[in-house]
């Protein structure tokens, strides 16, 4: 897939802080600039959809009167009736995007675009039950498109359709939800909407240079330099560097009067690769250094390049020689460096959202409710660790200052001395919150959902040395009947690298578990300090409870960068792969010490793998010359 396909389908790359300066409303709607112009032209036409889009004739709760197999279970009086609209929000993001893509030297991709994409969604009954909270159509969005430049007549124009065809959508949404409502049993769901900011914000004009051009040329032979150093792994069989950027300014404009214009950029330098073992297990590796500006090519970027480069290769070419891991093992298992901070981006970034379950026809979803939802006042961490997710923290990469619906972030205290205290929060309630506490994020196309900024694990327990963990370890490994251990050290990137390219290493689903990414780089610790990196390891699925066996916690402040899509399905363990490692995500940042954990079980991946093919690498071969 073209990593420009488009802000329809797929975006390139995204996001950073959005700082908001206030203005009065005065000023935001009096027309002194062309987005200001066309600021006020979609308030006004916000006001006028609210106003007097009406229907008289929805469908009979999703079917058709004349239908026989129509949905007869709407409450009486109710079948025909079509709620006004009682909030809506739009969204418009223009973007600028340039994908370069390099290999062996040659640049494969060199391509550069502008576009602009807007979405609309409508809300109708009340606050207290509207229309959202439907599996496959909660938040729903119609899509269209807006001119390159600020244009008030013509943005006004798309949503003025686009605008209706929400609330079509939305009328008929909401009656399917009254009538699923009326089957269930039990107490009914949480208010649909929480109250809006307590301070409506009103962003001023862009900031000046941020239309600055970057070096497309330097760029270009960075990535070409870069990938020519393949050359000199010949085991490796492909790989490539990306340089990718997007600079996208989204504007929020809601009814409630919400005015919230963010300007991001963001880059990022990658590299991936893959090989084959002599089994003919493949195997892919990557790594990427994330900015939140375009950097300058400079001797110290390609010195991290270069770096990057090799890194990744050799790693790749380790892991290739690697043995197989000999059997499953269920006892201790250490988690040091990235892996530490990757393990609670897989695990709390999607399990401490407060978002419920979503409704279905047959009921509600409880399987796609995070599971920490069910744990608030409960014990979830050893009693010595605190939990916190700080939007402010300074430079931070996830920092921001209002979130995606106009909230200040707020630092929330999740876990207290080992006790679920909070959630994160947008303005969707759940059973236990009824509010938000600004951690609502949206994506550069345009998809909105919880997410962590700044997740930091603090330890009130003194943290050991590695060594000393490891002996650790050893010791807990021992009680459970083996003469050996593994620690982890890092988990695979699907952000980069996208889905596992091996069927027997997909980890499986289960109710109510936590699928977590394949590692990376995974070692077998033995008595006497033998360590071998070992391949063919998978995680299995485990439950929340894995975080209250954290039996001990290290002395490094282990800080890692990260992005990922938002909401329940966001996380470390998601797959956007570099066609969507931009486009898809925000930015994020988890930092933690070594993780030292009881109770996980580690699989043998079991799976069948391609022979190796016939012709050998071109680089393998004696008698190539080179160029």
């Known amino acids: 897939m073209s990593a420009l396909a488009g802000l329809l389908g797929v975006l390139l790359v995204a996001a950073a802080p959005a700082e908001a300066a206030p203005t009065s409303a005065a000023t935001a709607s009096a027309g002194t600039s062309p987005r200001e112009r066309e600021s006020a032209a979609i308030e006004a036409e916000l006001a006028r959809g609210l106003a007097e889009l009406r229907l008289t004739d929805i ?3 999703g079917g058709d009167e004349d239908d026989e197999d ?4 709407c409450p009486e009086g109710k079948a025909k009736e079509a709620p006004a609209p009682y909030m809506a929000t739009v969204r418009v993001v223009r973007a600028e995007l340039l994908s370069l893509d390099g290999s062996y030297g040659g640049i494969i991709t060199d391509a550069a675009e502008h576009q602009a994409v807007a979405s609309v969604e409508v809300r109708v009954g009340s606050p207290a039950r509207d229309n959202g909270g439907i599996f496959g159509q909660d938040g729903a969005q119609v899509r269209f498109l807006v001119p390159l430049k600020p244009a008030a007549g013509l943005t006004r124009k798309k949503l003025w359709l686009a605008m209706d065809q929400a609330y079509r959508a ?3 949404t909401y009656a399917l939800k009254q009538a699923i409502l009326a089957r269930l049993a039990g107490d009914p769901p949480p208010p649909d909407l929480g109250p809006p900011p307590e301070t409506i914000p009103r962003i001023a004009p862009r900031p000046p240079g941020a239309e600055q051009p970057f070096d497309r040329v330097a760029l270009r032979e960075l990535v070409g330099e870069l990938s020519r150093r393949f050359a000199q792994h010949p085991e490796v069989d492909n790989g490539d560097v990306y340089f990718q950027v997007l600079r996208t300014e989204i504007t929020t404009i809601t009814s409630e009067g919400v005015i919230l214009r963010e300007h991001q950029e963001r880059a990022v330098l990658s590299v991936v690769a893959d090989t084959r073992a002599a089994d003919g297990m493949h195997l892919d590796h990557g790594r990427a250094i994330h900015f939140q500006a375009v950097p300058k090519v400079d001797d110290a970027l390609r010195e991290r390049g270069r770096i990057l480069v090799d890194r990744v290769l050799g790693e790749l070419v380790e892991v290739a020689r690697a043995p197989m891991i000999d059997e499953d093992y269920d006892g201790p298992v250490l988690f040091v460096g990235a892996a530490a ?7 709390v970034a999607t399990q401490a959202i407060g978002k419920p379950a979503p409704l279905s026809e047959g009921g509600r979803l409880r399987d796609l409710e995070p599971q920490w939802q069910d744990d608030l006042g409960k014990s979830v961490m050893p009693d010595f660790v605190d939990l916190i997710d700080d939007p402010r923290e300074e430079g931070g990469f996830g920092r921001y200052t209002y979130d995606a619906e106009g909230f200040l972030g707020a630092p929330v205290t999740l876990v207290r001395r080992g006790r679920l205290e909070e959630l994160l929060m947008t303005r969707e309630p759940n059973k236990h919150r009824s509010e938000s506490n600004g951690h609502a994020r949206v994506s550069p196309v345009l998809m909105t959902g919880t997410a962590i900024s700044n997740l930091r694990l603090e330890s009130r327990a003194r943290g050991r040395s590695r060594a000393l963990l490891e002996r650790e370890l050893l ?18 990137d699907g952000g980069i690298l996208g889905p596992v390219p091996r069927e027997g290493a997909t980890t499986y689903g289960a109710s109510r578990k936590v699928n977590l990414p394949v590692p990376a780089l995974v070692y077998r610790i033995e008595p006497g300090g033998k360590r071998t990196l070992v391949r063919g390891a998978v995680l299995a699925p485990a439950s929340m409870r894995i975080l209250r066996r954290i039996r001990a916690v290290g002395d490094r402040r282990n ?9 329940p399905a966001g996380g470390f363990v998601s797959e956007t792969g570099m066609d969507g490692i931009l486009s898809f995500t925000v930015d994020a940042q988890v930092t933690s010490p070594d993780l030292l954990l009881d109770g996980l079980e580690i699989l043998v991946e079991r799976g069948e793998h391609e022979r190796l093919p016939t012709l050998v690498h071109p ?7 080179g160029e």
Do not use: H, I, N
């Open 559 to 567: 800080v890692e960068p990260m992005r990922f899509p938002v909401g």
């Open 619 to 625: 680089l393998r071969d004696p008698s190539w010359k």
């Open 170 to 172: 939305a009328a008929v």
């Open 70 to 73: 129509a949905d007869t279970t």
């Open 59 to 61: 469908p009979s709760c």
């Open 341 to 347: 901070p990757q393990l609670l981006a897989s695990t």
């Open 475 to 492: 010791r807990r490994a021992r009680e459970d009947g083996y003469e050996y251990a593994y620690t982890v050290e890092e988990l695979r």
